[in-house]
């Protein structure tokens, strides 16, 4: 069984570029998750999506970030623009339901000059 | 105060050496993870419990509910258990997880 892919691993871009990751999680999986992790620091939800249904978008910065997942299975986070400060690893998680055990993907590591 | 308190925040011991992460939370939970993420690597979960004990391998997880406090212990430890051990609670109702900010594990050949 393939696990969480994410694309791409690593993203260079200058400040006020846009910049988005893709990710396809496993099979069956209904519920998605954006994480964001800082260098040393656990990771920070984005936005959660049961189905294609956005259930926690709460920590989303909405003036700059996007997120979609419309069929309900592969999910797209747009930036736009990009800040200095958003240089970190966006990290992608699935599980089968909102209670089922976490797969993550090997993450997308943004750089932001 | 966080809501997810992990300690210690690092830890260096010697191989062979019995290892313990402690994880202290403060709110009602359905489950509580243990995550590891090796140096550059992705995370990866280890296990996923609401009551008792676990035990995977060389790796035990045990949770005291009315103490809100879960352990992981990792016996015999091997350099290649040299990881960051991450907790993440589970909120009760609307299953958001809220995680510790790691524990680094480095073990010494």
């Known amino acids: 069984e393939a696990g969480v892919v994410q694309s791409p691993r690593y993203k260079i871009i200058e400040k006020k570029q846009p910049v988005a990751f893709w990710c396809n999680p496993i099979?069956?999986?209904?519920?998605l998750y954006w994480y964001l992790q800082n260098l040393g620091q656990g990771p920070e939800l984005l936005i959660r999506?049961?189905?294609?249904?956005?259930?926690?978008d709460s920590q989303l910065p909405k003036d700059r970030f996007s997120a979609e997942r419309l069929k309900g299975v592969d999910s797209t986070l747009k930036i736009q623009p990009a800040e200095l400060g958003d240089s970190a690893v966006y990290l992608c998680?699935?599980?089968?339901?909102?209670?089922?055990?976490?797969?993550f993907g090997e993450g997308s590591r943004l750089t932001v000059l | 105060k966080n809501e997810v308190e992990q300690s210690p925040q690092n830890l260096t011991a010697q191989e062979g050496e019995f290892i313990t992460i402690n994880c202290s939370y403060s709110v009602g939970i359905s489950a509580l993870h243990w995550l590891q993420q090796h140096p550059g690597g992705g995370i990866v979960s280890l296990f996923m419990l609401s009551s008792g004990k676990k035990k995977h391998g060389r790796l035990i997880a045990t949770i005291n509910i009315q103490e809100k406090h879960s352990s992981l212990h990792i016996t015999a430890s091997h350099p290649r258990d040299s990881a960051v051990y991450i907790c993440a609670a589970a909120h009760f109702g609307n299953e958001k997880l809220t995680f510790g900010t790691g524990t680094r594990l480095t073990i010494i050949p």
């Open positions: 099979s069956g999986h209904n519920t």
């Open positions: 999506y049961e189905n294609e249904e956005a259930v926690d």
């Open positions: 998680a699935s599980s089968r339901f909102s209670t089922g055990e976490l797969f």
